[in-house]
């Protein structure tokens, strides 16, 4: 009963309030009409001008304020304000449930990089990676590569192989155009392979297609004949293809001298649209705008900005500082410090290893027993650990080739061998002599001495630092001696004066390492042969990966390769190593990538957004 009381309380209060707000729609208490006390006389007056079942009209609600008393009022605007509110969160609630975000075109995407454009012409663009990161959103190739680096047609519509493997035609697509809206042809194509086999035009690809001979066949197909039948050419035809009508008339000599290196028209889904230099002709910044006849896949994104910087240090400051949006091939312990809700690391995993190279022609290197010593006092596994969480050891000269065999790392075997090969250790010294009387005679003609040459790079430093570590707990001195990259690298093919040098090596599309292990390129500033290592076994096993015909030939040719030039030891394969590329968080659809090379991280630019609007699901 108590609670039946209490609600008919609760229900004459509502009903109260009801009548009190809404009061036209209550019958007068007295129907004389003659006097009404105030307010009540407003209420008959309203209710006098409308119908008891009738919604009030807006000059009717106009009066609400003489007709209501205050705390009245107070009443209304209350549950006016509580409606509201009610309304947005419902609504809210709606839309979030109803709809979901998508990309939307449009906004700007600005990198920081380091280093400046000089030719941005894709037949140029080898020696230096800002190039590249232009050619690659300018320009487009007959096939690009996907995230497994195999071979997938771009501008090639489709492509087929004749004459048992050694021709390749492909068909051109239709919708192909230039920037200044000029189809793209075979007449294109046939120039820009014919220019890059031009020594005059001095293209660093000119022995890759020294061999190759290309024909028009129609306005629209080609065919490339090669010497020998090879499964992996096409990933040589990812070169950015250049407007002949636009060069034709530059004489090839001139060629890195004409105007159109740094206003390049290409087929890419961006164009360039203007560049800025300082006032000693660096160029500060790159312009590129979306290119509304692109035939691929539409890019979100409206513009792309390049800001360039002489440093890793300037171009992460940048970032910092919100000037830029990303940049590209940073350790993963400087990443480590920038991660959070404003940015995030992106891996980018490349084919390349970190690799210590020994010198076979120095003095005391070239004793190849020495070299064994060295290994077994090298635990690869436990570097990349050190180095980095995101290092993995490699044991082949192939990044991703699984070869199992390897030399087990034994530090005691190490230091026999060493007294074997008559590296004693003197009681009381820590340092080895080669000995050339008895164990304990005192003379001694060499000290167990070694320099590691390494590139400026903190991870790189850090790794030579850890080998030293390990040398010099089987007797070796060790210095390490880090300088900058370039004039590393230009003194070490120049003079080859140098015993261990630690350096990256980024594997080709083609995973042809006649460059890097060939005889022919021991001794000189041609290739990477960094170990001078020359042998009749590596070059013939080099040339038949060279020569393999089908995939599972061209695994079983790298295996031989690899395991002929490890029989060798020419040098210590290190680790695989792990890069980050630093993004904003308002830039979304980046995600971790297995790349060919560095500029191939805007393979995938046409799903990058940084804006967004909402659909109903």
Known sequence: ?????????????????????????????????????????????VLALTSKKRVPRWKQLRFINRVLAPQERRLLWGALAVALVALLIGGGDLLRSGTVRVPAAGGTFTEAVVGTPKLVNPLFAQNNDVDRDLVALIFSGLFRLDGTLQAVPDLAEAYQWLDDGKTLEVRLRSDARFHDGEPLTADDVVFTYDAIKTPAWRSPLLSTFNDVHVIRVDDRTIQFQIPHANPLFPNELTVGILPAHLWNDVTPSNAHLADANLKPVGSGPYRAVSYTRDGRGNILHFHLQRFAGYYGLQPFIDEIRFRFYADKTSALLAVTNGQADAVGFVSWSEASRLRGEQFRAVSLDLPQETIAFFN??????????????????????????????RAKPVNSPYPFLNDTSSTIPNLDQARTLLDELGWKLPEGENVRRLMTGSATSSAATTTLSITIDVPNQPDLVALAELLKRRWSLVGAQVEVRADDDAALLRDALATRAYQVLVW??????????????????????????????????????????????????????????????????????????????????????????????????????????????????
Not at 362 to 380: I, S
């Open 360 to 389: 076979t022609k120095d003095t005391l290197l070239k004793d190849e027993k020495l070299r064994l010593a060295l290994a077994l006092a090298v635990d690869q596994a436990e570097l990349a650990s050190l180095v980095s969480d």
């Open 1 to 45: 009963m108590r609670d039946w009381a209490f609600m008919n309380s609760l229900l004459a209060r509502l009903r109260a309030a009801w009548n009190q707000v809404f009061f036209w729609q209550v019958p007068p208490a007295d129907g004389s009409g003659e006097f009404t006390p105030h307010p009540h006389a407003d209420h008959t007056l």
């Open 504 to 617: 990256n090596i980024l594997i080709p599309p083609n995973q042809d390492l006649t460059r890097l292990w060939g005889s022919a390129f021991a001794g000189t500033s041609r290739g990477l042969n960094l170990s001078n290592l020359m042998d009749r076994d590596v070059d013939t096993s080099l040339e038949r990966v060279r020569n393999a015909t089908t995939t599972e030939r061209i695994l079983e040719a790298q295996l031989a390769a690899s395991q002929a030039i490890k029989k060798r030891i020419p040098a210590l394969f290190l680790l695989r190593p792990a890069e980050a590329y630093i993004v904003s968080s308002r830039v979304k659809g980046v995600s971790d990538m297995r790349i060919s090379r560095p500029s191939d991280r805007f393979a995938d630019i046409a799903h990058w957004f940084v804006r967004e609007r909402r659909v109903w699901k």
